[in-house]
């Protein structure tokens, strides 16, 4: 695969992990979702998950099998939001490594192909999902709503990154889209 393949995201959304519905999922025939877990479900000093969200994942674990995958490596913090949202997962994964996306999709019992990789940065959740031939899905960053106007670096960076290595990533442009499939093998 080449840089432009490996980090470009089948889907973006130009919202939160809230705007995934159950009926987006089940248009792209998907079974289960590897979501990530700061800045995708939770802000990143977020300790809860929001009513908002506990509600997002009560309507989507009527049609996908879900489970949690971060790269942080707080125990004590992932375990509270997971138990809180009733939901498997996985800490300290280093993604892109795949070894703790590959155990967390061995659990699920799924085709790779039915699983989506749902995060909100191209080099650890699109680049591992793309690594692992899954569905990969784009989010914008959840944040505090008191920070409504912070600015993600990181993000912004891999997104500069990502388009002069090829990847077509437009954050500022409103659009659901999704990338041929055809071309990965």
Request: proline share 6%; charged share 20%.
């Amino acid at each position: 695969m080449t840089w432009n393949e490996l980090l470009q995201p089948d889907l973006i959304l130009s919202s939160s992990i809230l705007s995934l519905t159950p009926d987006i999922i089940q248009r792209y025939n998907l079974k289960g979702l590897v979501l990530d877990v700061d800045e995708t479900l939770v802000p990143f000093k977020a300790a809860v998950a929001s009513p908002e969200l506990t509600e997002w994942v009560r309507q989507v674990r009527q049609v996908a099998s879900l489970w949690l995958v971060s790269n942080n490596i707080s125990e004590n913090r992932i375990s509270n939001i997971a138990r809180a949202l009733d939901l498997p997962y996985y800490h300290g994964a280093a993604k892109p490594s795949r070894r703790k996306v590959r155990a967390a999709l061995a659990e699920m019992n799924l085709p790779v192909n039915q699983v989506g990789m749902v995060g909100d940065r191209l080099f650890t959740d699109v680049l591992v999902g793309n690594r692992l031939g899954m569905f990969t899905i784009l989010v914008e960053p959840m944040m505090h709503p008191g920070a409504a106007l912070r600015s993600h670096p990181v993000r912004n960076f891999e997104v500069w990154a990502s388009e002069i290595l090829g990847a077509t990533i437009s954050p500022k442009e409103k659009r659901f889209t999704k990338r041929n499939k055809s071309s990965r093998k």
